[in-house]
């Protein structure tokens, strides 16, 4: 199953799914490329540690959709990775039905809370703030409505009343990186 992965910044989770290839923890899935949409990104330093494609592919006009221009870049560059599945790893744009319908149920997204709980930005500040006990992460197919896809699975995170919003990233950063190694594994396999 070949995955291309985009990212936008330090690229922590992109991490995890290169690890676990490389100690054979995924499945029948092969990384075959990432981008990212800010060049100073540093998801981008994977490429040459695991000797993957890594690329700045320019996002413009738009700053915070994925439209236009920079959708018909992103769309043909992923195209010619003929990929199985596209992973958004923190990947902080909004992706137009333009590139969902050329990749028509293969992409999935990453998101720091338990959809349908506080989706959009700072799911883990938002979780924290609202004061719930339990938070987690989710990963689950993209539609055209934000952070909505159906959910393919879930991990719990607990909030103590010892955390702050600091340690409690702490914790779901750990957790996403466990569920995404997971679920791509899984799905490379079904
Ligand atoms: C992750 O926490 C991911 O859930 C979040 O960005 C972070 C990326 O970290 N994504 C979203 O909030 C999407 N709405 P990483 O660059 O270290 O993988």
Redesign the pocket.
């Known amino acids: 199953m070949r995955v291309v992965i985009l990212?936008?910044?330090?690229?922590?989770?992109?991490e995890a799914l290169c690890l676990a290839q490389q100690g054979g923890h995924l499945g029948r899935a092969e990384i075959v490329a990432i981008f990212a949409d800010r060049p100073e990104a540093?998801?981008l330093a994977l490429g040459p540690r695991f000797g993957v494609d890594a690329r700045y592919l320019d996002p413009a006009p738009f700053k915070t959709k994925l439209e236009g221009e920079g959708e018909r870049r992103y769309i043909a560059a992923v195209a010619a990775c003929a990929p199985d599945l596209i992973v958004?790893?923190?990947?902080?744009r909004v992706v137009k039905p333009g590139f969902l319908s050329a990749f028509a149920g293969k992409v999935i997204?990453?998101?720091?809370s338990l959809l349908p709980s506080f989706p959009?930005?700072d799911?883990?500040g938002q979780a924290f703030r609202h004061g719930v006990k339990f938070t987690g992460?989710t990963v689950h197919y993209v539609t055209p409505e934000v952070?909505a896809g159906r959910i393919i699975d879930q991990e719990v995170v607990r909030i103590e009343e010892s955390d702050t919003v600091d340690t409690l990233a702490t914790k779901?950063?750990a957790a996403?990186h466990r569920l995404l190694v997971d679920v791509v594994g899984r799905l490379s396999l079904a």
């Open positions: 990212g936008s910044g330090r690229g922590s989770n992109a540093g998801i958004l790893a923190g990947f902080m997204n990453l998101h720091p959009g930005l799911g883990i992460c952070d779901i950063h996403e």
